[in-house]
């Protein structure tokens, strides 16, 4: 395949006519906030749900699909990752949010905080707070590289201060783009088991990685990763399904197996016959799409650092390692207003507002960069000269960006 010059041959117009969300905005803005791609699917996902369709597939899942499709995920666990989970130990949900529901609500004390260290996943306080719950932020910090990562100690005090019992991972990182390395897990699982809390893994990025780095997933550290995790999954991001509405929960202790057996009604039934199908034929999809994608996403998300960092100093802009997904620090401008409202109204851009990643995301922008290159190099050409007379005397550099 060459999808590279297929994709970059995408035209705006063509991307309207699919009436997506990302696609109707009004004054014809370009909505960078919605996480999804701008190339369709695989082939061979939509052969298979071609197929469902001809066979007319509406109904609701029978248990040999729910079966079939912790098979297919045990699969793509053991060959893409090496992490040998039983397929009876997977369970279906319409999406990953509704797994960290799960989780709080059945491995949790009433009334527990949980610990989110942002910039998060926007979902994630969605869900804390739609339980009563308060979220923790414990900010992300910066290594002497330059990376983003978690504050260890910072967590460690922020559970014993407020007694929280659950703490969320996100990796490949949402918004950083960052794939932790194994001693930066290792270091993260000795100091949850010091703390002696659980930890909810939303690992939905895993298929995008880029070249130069691994994803590794958390449970399969050790038989004590396994025994204080959950772990969500989904084809969703990597094949570009999120519609079709399938997550996979990975359940590796007694503990989440005994409380998910207890749920009245299985969120298996809940979730769609056709995800389920789609999510079958990506994880065993062989015809190398993933991998042609994900090399083009990391030209895309390498595009916006560039131009960011050439065109605009002032910002400070993440270099992603996974992941489709910009984190750009505007702080240093003088924006009129916030920075999402004034990128809109000047340069036709629609990125996720930084505050609804958490309390540090005041001046931020999470940009979702899959889109046709051509496109979103005028996209940010516009963005950057939008913003250009913004920045203030004196800039710092943009530490993530090239020098």
Same mark, same amino acid.
Request: contains cysteine; glycine residues 8%.
């Given at each position: 395949m060459n999808l590279a010059a297929a994709f970059d041959a995408i035209t705006v117009e063509q991307l309207r006519a699919t009436k997506s969300l990302k696609w109707c905005l009004p004054d014809q803005a370009i909505g960078a906030f919605v996480a999804e791609m701008d190339f369709g699917t695989s082939p061979v996902v939509t052969a298979a749900l071609r197929k469902e369709l001809d066979r007319g597939s509406f109904g609701y899942a029978p248990p040999h699909l729910v079966e079939q499709t912790g098979e297919a995920t045990a699969e793509r666990l053991r060959t893409t990752h090496g992490w040998q989970v039983d397929p009876a130990d997977i369970r279906v949900a319409p999406e990953v949010i509704m797994v960290l529901d799960q989780v709080i609500a059945s491995t949790t004390d009433p009334g527990t905080p949980v610990v989110v260290p942002p910039p998060a996943y926007m979902n994630f306080f969605t869900s804390i707070r739609r339980q009563g719950r308060e979220a923790i932020e414990v900010p992300m910090i910066r290594d002497d590289r330059g990376r983003w990562a978690l504050d260890l100690p910072g967590i460690a005090a922020a559970i014993e201060r407020s007694g929280a019992q659950l703490v969320i991972l996100c990796n490949p990182?949402? $918004?950083?783009?960052?794939? +932790?390395?194994?001693? *930066?897990? *290792?270091? +993260?699982?000795?100091? @949850?088991?010091?703390? !002696?809390? %659980?930890? +909810?893994?939303?690992?939905?990025?895993? $298929?995008?990685?880029?070249?130069?780095?691994?994803?590794?997933?958390? =449970?399969?550290?050790? *038989?004590?990763?396994? =025994?204080?995790? @959950?772990? =969500? @999954? &989904? #084809?969703?991001?990597?094949?570009?399904?999120?519609?079709l509405k399938c997550a996979q929960a990975v359940l590796t202790s007694d503990v989440?197996?005994? =409380?998910?057996? %207890?749920?009245?009604?299985?969120? &298996?039934?809940?979730?769609? &016959?056709?995800?389920?199908? !789609?999510?079958?034929? #990506?994880?065993?999809?062989?015809?190398?799409?993933?991998?042609?994608?994900?090399?083009?996403?990391?030209?895309?998300?390498?595009?916006?650092?560039?131009?960011?960092?050439?065109?605009? $100093?002032?910002?400070?802009?993440?270099?992603?390692?996974?992941?489709?997904?910009n984190w750009v620090d505007l702080t240093a401008l003088d924006l009129p207003c916030p920075a999402v409202e004034f990128i809109q109204r000047e340069a036709g851009l629609a990125p996720t507002d930084g505050r609804s990643c958490g309390t540090v995301g005041e001046g931020h922008i999470r940009l979702i960069a899959a889109m046709p290159r051509p496109i979103l190099h005028e996209a940010m050409s516009r963005t950057i000269q939008a913003l250009r007379p913004r920045e203030a005397p004196g800039p710092g550099p943009a530490l993530d960006a090239p020098r």
């Open positions: 990182h949402n $918004p950083t783009g960052r794939v +932790f390395t194994r001693e *930066e897990l *290792e270091a +993260f699982a000795r100091m @949850v088991e010091g703390a !002696g809390v %659980r930890v +909810f893994a939303d690992e939905i990025w895993a $298929p995008i990685v880029f070249e130069g780095h691994r994803h590794i997933p958390y =449970a399969s550290l050790s *038989e004590t990763t396994a =025994a204080h995790t @959950v772990t =969500a @999954v &989904s #084809a969703t991001k990597g094949w570009n399904i999120a519609g989440d197996r005994e =409380a998910w057996s %207890r749920m009245p009604t299985p969120l &298996s039934d809940r979730t769609p &016959s056709m995800g389920m199908a !789609g999510t079958i034929a #990506a994880y065993r999809d062989d015809s190398g799409w993933i991998d042609e994608v994900t090399a083009y996403l990391a030209d895309c998300t390498s595009m916006v650092a560039d131009m960011i960092g050439e065109g605009l $100093p002032a910002a400070v802009v993440s270099r992603p390692e996974g992941t489709y997904v």
